[in-house]
């Protein structure tokens, strides 16, 4: 069992910065492929960025791209979303994800992922 907890979220400024955390417990983190996810109201949640055990690989879905970094440290159990230059489309609850594995790719799919976190809403205003 794999217990997430993201943190970070919050109301900022189009233009603006946060950076979402998500700290794991419970198992070993590097065996872990990870994923942030968001969804806004009346939407399907859907994939940001994805990383793999490692971290040496990575996927942006387009909108975020050159916006968003994702990262990881295996030494602190902890994924990190640095979120630049946010914009109002960026609003949404923010989850984070780990996939079992032992390979070293990184993940899309909803159904790919067996633990999740609780969320954590971004606001962006206008």
């Known amino acids: 069992q794999v217990q997430l907890v993201e943190s970070g979220g919050g109301l900022v400024q189009a233009g603006g910065s946060l950076r979402l955390s998500c700290v794991a417990s419970?198992?070993?983190?590097?065996?872990?492929?990870l994923g942030w996810f968001r969804q806004a109201p009346g939407k399907e949640r859907e994939v940001v960025a994805a990383?793999?055990?490692?971290?040496?690989?990575?996927y942006y879905v387009d909108s975020v791209k050159g916006r968003f970094t994702i990262s990881r440290d295996n030494f602190k159990n902890t994924m990190y979303l640095q979120m630049n230059s946010l914009k109002p489309e960026d609003t949404a609850v923010y989850y984070c994800?780990?996939?079992?594995?032992?390979?070293?790719?990184?993940?899309?799919?909803?159904?790919?992922?067996?633990?999740w976190g609780q969320g954590t809403q971004v606001t962006v205003s206008s």
């Open positions: 994800a780990a996939k079992y594995t032992s390979t070293n790719y990184y993940h899309l799919g909803i159904d790919d992922y067996d633990y």
């Open positions: 990383i793999s055990r490692s971290g040496g690989n990575t």
């Open positions: 419970g198992r070993t983190f590097s065996n872990y492929a």
